[in-house]
């Protein structure tokens, strides 16, 4: 079966701007969690989403946003980029165990 | 608020050697356990899921135990080799949930086997 893909892998924006980040879940997997990894403070969860409804939220500010669509795509948006939201942003989707996709690097200058 | 660690931070071995990695968890209303390896820059792999219901699993060389009274979980490796090096993370659901989402991980640790 077909992994969990996210795209873009790679990116690079300016402080200010804001970002859009895919996954495509496993086929059949309903759950899909946003988590972003920093040196600093390891992995950290940002959000879950469950046909279409966003049903864990983590500690981040509003800026970080997430939604599903029927097919369980989902996307996260970061609003108003700043230095410190450079990180590795993975996503995962689940039927009882998670499984991760291989994360957008994203860079922020 | 569920807390994970683990130890050893980082553990540096010659090939062949047989290996054990420690989690714990402070709450053990758990629904299960997952050990994910994760090689630099990349996403992370699972390797093994134990059910809250279940001691152990065993997937080839790996074989994790899991011990929810004690808020303990091992992941033993044999026989290591030089491919074994990367970070090993252990990783719960939040208590009480299910077991979709909202993973709280420890911070993992760095194995290096030299040939």
């Known amino acids: 079966k077909a992994g969990v893909t996210q795209t873009p892998r790679y990116l690079i924006k300016t402080r200010g701007q804001q970002v859009t980040l895919s996954c495509s879940p496993i086929s059949g997997h309903r759950s899909v969690s946003w988590y972003q990894q920093t040196p600093g403070q390891g992995l950290q969860f940002l959000f879950e989403y469950f046909s279409e409804t966003q049903r864990n939220k983590g500690n981040f500010p509003g800026r970080f946003s997430g939604r599903q669509f029927s097919n369980s795509r989902s996307e996260m948006n970061v609003s108003t980029l700043e230095l410190g939201d450079s990180a590795l942003y993975l996503c995962?989707?689940?039927?009882?165990?998670?499984?991760f996709g291989p994360g957008t690097r994203l860079t922020v200058t | 608020k569920q807390e994970v660690t683990q130890i050893p931070a980082a553990l540096s071995v010659p090939e062949g050697e047989n290996l054990v990695l420690n989690c714990s968890f402070t709450d053990s209303a758990i629904y299960n356990l997952q050990w994910f390896r994760q090689d630099p820059g990349k996403g992370l792999t699972s390797l093994l899921l134990i059910q809250s219901s279940q001691r152990e699993q065993t997937s080839g060389r790996l074989n994790a135990s899991l011990d929810k009274s004690s808020g303990r979980s091992t992941l033993y490796i044999a026989a290591s080799q030089p491919g074994d090096s990367a970070t090993y993370l252990c990783a719960v659901p939040q208590p009480g949930g299910t077991s979709y989402g909202k993973l709280t991980f420890g911070q993992g640790t760095i194995l290096t086997v030299h040939p």
């Open positions: 995962a989707s689940s039927s009882g165990g998670e499984d």
